[in-house]
């Protein structure tokens, strides 16, 4: 099963890091992610700019409405993804703790099943 493992985190507290705190947590970050890649279980990984690069499109009927910023207010933002083929959600959170683990402070890591729009993508992820 293809799950999407999605960080979210205090966008502020994050922005704040010296570029060496930054460095250290994306190295342990990365010592976590390794088994999983050499295994081949590994997909995307993506680390998501601040809100404040963001764009939505807003649909209220008629005409969609386009916005600078994110939808939602919220105190944690989304700020990466993890994107693992895993067995179980037992391995999914496990791998999810790895990552709590190895990244500080508040935070919290959403695991979500992955499923699949288009028939010929399954395929291609076929465990």
Known sequence: MLYAILCYNHE????????????????????????????????????????????TLRKAGGEPLVIDGPFAETKEQFLGFYLVDFDSLDEALAFSKDLAE???????????????????DKDKHAS
Request: glycine share 12%; no cysteine; charged share 25%.
């Open 102 to 120: 190895a990244n500080p402070g508040g935070g919290s890591y959403e695991i979500r099943p992955v499923g699949y729009m288009r028939e010929r």
């Open 12 to 55: 502020d507290t994050v922005g704040q890091w010296t570029k060496e705190e930054d460095d250290a947590v994306m190295a342990r970050l990365d010592a976590v992610l390794q088994p999983i890649e050499r295994s081949g279980r590994l997909g995307p990984v993506a680390r998501l700019l601040p809100t404040t690069a963001a764009t």
